[in-house]
C-alpha cells in the first residue's frame, strides 16, 4: 500500500485528493493548520486509512515511517484569503514548500507541488500554454499568491535539477465543486449562495473576463494521472471550455430558479481579463481531458450549497 502525504488536506481540493487516493488503495496523512481549511471536510475519511495531523507546514516537519507521495496543497487559494492573509501565503509557498522538499529528500518520496494558472499573471498570450512565463505585478495585492507559487515551481525545480527528487508540478486552473465554502470570494461561490438567498448577483467590473472552469473530480484524476506519470516540466490542468463571469452569472441564476437581479462592482487590480488552458499537454503526456458538463458539475454543486445554506 503506497503511503502518502497530503498537505492542505481539510481544503477544497485537498480534501477531495486525500479521498480519491484512499479509493485507490493508497493510506494517506493529512495535514492542515485549518487557517483556511475545515475538518467537516475530512471527517468522513474517519476509519478507512486516513490520518489527520494538524500542523503548520512553514514549520519543520517531522512524519515517522515511509512515505510515497507528498501532495503540496497546503495554501489560502481565493482572493478573499490571501489578500486577508497576505504573510501567511508568502511563507506557506516558501517556507512550506522548501520544508515538504526537504521531508521528500528524506524520505525518498515523489513530491507533487500544487501550483496555478494564476503564475500566468493577467496573460497576455491566450490561451495559455506551460512554455508562457507570464504577466504578473509582483508588487500588486495579488502577487503574493502569483509569486508564491512561482518561486515554489523555482524551488521544486531546483531540488529536482540539484538532488534528483522526482517532481511534479501541476498549474491547476478555476476549479469548482462540493466543498467549496460559502464565503469563498471565488465566482461560483458567491453566485450561487447570492443566487439561493435571492440577493444581488455580484459580478465585477463588465462581466467580459474570462474563466475556464474544470470540475473537481476532473482535476484530482488529473493530478493522479500526473503523480504517476514521468513528467517533470508543468503542466496544465482544467477545462478549456471558456466563458464570461457574466455568462456564468445568467446560468447560475437560471439554474437556481432564483429572482436575483446582476449588478455590478469595479474590478479588482490586476484581475485577470482571460483565462483557459492548453491542455495538448496533458492530452498528450497523461491521457487526461476532462469529462463532466458544466450543468452537471454545477448541479451537483447546488446540491451542496442548498444543503450548507439550510435550504435542501
Not at 500554454?129 to 508564491?148: H, K, Q, S, T
Amino acid at each position: 500500500m503506497p503511503r502518502a502525504l497530503v498537505t492542505g488536506a481539510a481544503g477544497f481540493i485537498g480534501s477531495h485528493l486525500s479521498e480519491h487516493l484512499l479509493d485507490r488503495g493508497f493510506a494517506v496523512v493529512g495535514m492542515d493548520n485549518l487557517l483556511t481549511g475545515d475538518v467537516a471536510n475530512i471527517e468522513h475519511l474517519t476509519g478507512r486509512d486516513f490520518v489527520f495531523v494538524k500542523h503548520n507546514v512553514t514549520n519543520y516537519i517531522a512524519l515517522e515511517g515511509p512515505l510515497d507521495f507528498i501532495f503540496h496543497f497546503a495554501s489560502p487559494a481565493s482572493p478573499i484569503d490571501y489578500l486577508k492573509l497576505p504573510i501567511q501565503t508568502l511563507k506557506v509557498g516558501s517556507l512550506g514548500t522548501h520544508n515538504c522538499l526537504g521531508l521528500a529528500k528524506a524520505k525518498k518520496a515523489r513530491f507533487l507541488l500544487a501550483s496555478t494558472s494564476e503564475v500566468y499573471g493577467d496573460p497576455l498570450v491566450h490561451p495559455q500554454r506551460e512554455d508562457y512565463w507570464g504577466n504578473v505585478n509582483p508588487v500588486g495585492p495579488r502577487g503574493v499568491y502569483d509569486e508564491a507559487k512561482r518561486f515554489a515551481e523555482a524551488m521544486v525545480m531546483a531540488y529536482h535539477r540539484v538532488h534528483g527528487i522526482e517532481t511534479r508540478i501541476v498549474r491547476i486552473f478555476n476549479t469548482y465543486g462540493p466543498r467549496m465554502r460559502v464565503e469563498d470570494g471565488r465566482a461560483i461561490p458567491a453566485f450561487l449562495s447570492q443566487a439561493l438567498r435571492d440577493e444581488d448577483v455580484t459580478v465585477f467590473g463588465d462581466g467580459s473576463q474570462t474563466r475556464s472552469l474544470c470540475y473537481v473530480s476532473d482535476l484530482v484524476d488529473g493530478i493522479h494521472r500526473l503523480a504517476m506519470s514521468e513528467a517533470a516540466e508543468p503542466v496544465n490542468i482544467g477545462n478549456p471550455r471558456e466563458m464570461t463571469i457574466l455568462q456564468l452569472a445568467e446560468a447560475v441564476i437560471a439554474l437556481t430558479g432564483s429572482r436575483s437581479r446582476i449588478v455590478h462592482r469595479p474590478l479588482p487590480v490586476d484581475d485577470p481579463k482571460v483565462r483557459q488552458p492548453d491542455i495538448t499537454r496533458a492530452r498528450t503526456l497523461l491521457g487526461w481531458e476532462p469529462s463532466v458538463p458544466l450543468d452537471e458539475g454545477l448541479g451537483r454543486t447546488l446540491a451542496y450549497f442548498r444543503k450548507k445554506l439550510g435550504l435542501a
